[in-house]
Each structure stands twice: as structure tokens, then as C-alpha cells.
């Protein structure tokens, strides 16, 4: 099990680029569809993953790894999500000047942006849909992306405004 675990997140973190959002559906193909967690558990992981310090990616292959078979698990999966970006990186540093100028490398990054942006917006529409998000709620991620894009908002600002409205919603209003 545990070489299937490293395998399987090895791939995940070999073929996936853009980060842990564009990881998501990949991810969510391999541990849901396999039967290792419930789509329900899936979405609770995600939402705890993206609250927590780190990189995305490796806190949900972390969460997974111990659900499956605890810190041993937990250690072979982070270890095949990290091990394909840190070699990566490291050809890269290696090459980097020799190919930094390449107008073939500039236009291959220029043509990966528009790819990487539907991989974000997937698992996004995938948890908004699953999470049963009405067209009144959607409103409250649409201006705080606004907010943070537009403005000099801070994202730390938006997260403590946002929490202290669903307070204020689940306390009060929704009685």
C-alpha cells in the first residue's frame, strides 16, 4: 500500500502544474475515485489543507497518507508530492541561465498560463457545486476576490471580515 500511496502522489505531483489549486482535481480523481476517502471527507480535507500554513498540496497528501495508513502514510505521500517539483527546480536552477533567454522557453510559459487558470477554476466550480453555493452566497467570494485584485486590500483583512460576518450570520441572523 505504501509504495501505491508514494506512486500515486509521486504522479500527482510529476504531471500537475500551476500548484495544489491545479493538484485538486487530480487529486480528488485519484483518493475519491479510488475509494480511499469519501467525497464528503474530501471536501472537509480541502477546506482544512488550504487553512493551514504550507503548500497546498503537500497538506492534503499529508491528510491523506495519515488517514490511510497514519505518519508512516503521511511521510510517503508528502515525500512523492514534493519529490518531482524539488527535482525539477533543481534541473532548473542547473540550466537556468542557459536557457532563461530562450523565446522556445518564453512562448511554452506563455502558453501554460491560460492552461493553469482553467486548472484552478475546475476544482473551484467542482467545490462550489458540491457545496450546494447559491447564487446569493456566491457573491461573498466574488467581491472578496475583487477586493484583493482591485484594491489594496489585505487577504488577512477580507478573512477576519468574512469570519466575523459568519459569526454574526450563525449566531444571530439565521435564527
Known amino acids: 500500500m505504501y509504495w501505491t500511496l508514494f506512486m500515486t502522489f509521486l504522479r500527482i505531483g ?4 500551476g500548484g495544489g489549486y491545479a493538484m485538486l482535481p487530480l487529486i480528488q480523481r485519484e483518493v475519491v475515485d479510488r ?3 469519501a467525497k464528503d471527507e474530501f471536501i472537509d480535507l480541502f477546506a482544512v489543507a488550504q487553512s493551514l500554513p504550507g503548500i497546498f498540496a503537500v497538506n492534503i497528501s499529508i ?26 527546480i533543481l534541473a532548473i536552477a542547473l540550466f537556468f541561465t542557459q536557457f532563461q533567454d530562450n523565446p522556445w522557453v ?12 482553467a486548472l484552478i477554476a475546475v476544482p473551484c466550480i467542482t467545490t462550489a457545486r458540491s457545496i450546494k453555493l447559491s447564487g446569493k452566497t456566491i457573491i461573498i467570494p466574488i467581491v472578496a476576490a475583487l477586493l484583493i485584485w482591485q484594491t489594496i ?10 469570519a466575523a460576518g459568519g459569526l454574526i450570520y450563525g449566531l444571530y441572523l439565521k435564527k
Open 14 to 17: 510529476a504531471f500537475t502544474i
Open 106 to 117: 518564453q512562448k511554452i510559459f506563455k502558453g501554460l498560463r491560460p492552461a493553469v487558470v
Open 63 to 88: 491528510f491523506t497518507g495519515y488517514r490511510l495508513k497514519g505518519i508512516p502514510g503521511s511521510i510517503v505521500c508528502a515525500l512523492g508530492t514534493i519529490l518531482p517539483s524539488f527535482l525539477i
Open 35 to 37: 475509494g480511499w476517502i
Open 153 to 162: 486590500v489585505s487577504p488577512v483583512w477580507v478573512i477576519i471580515v468574512a
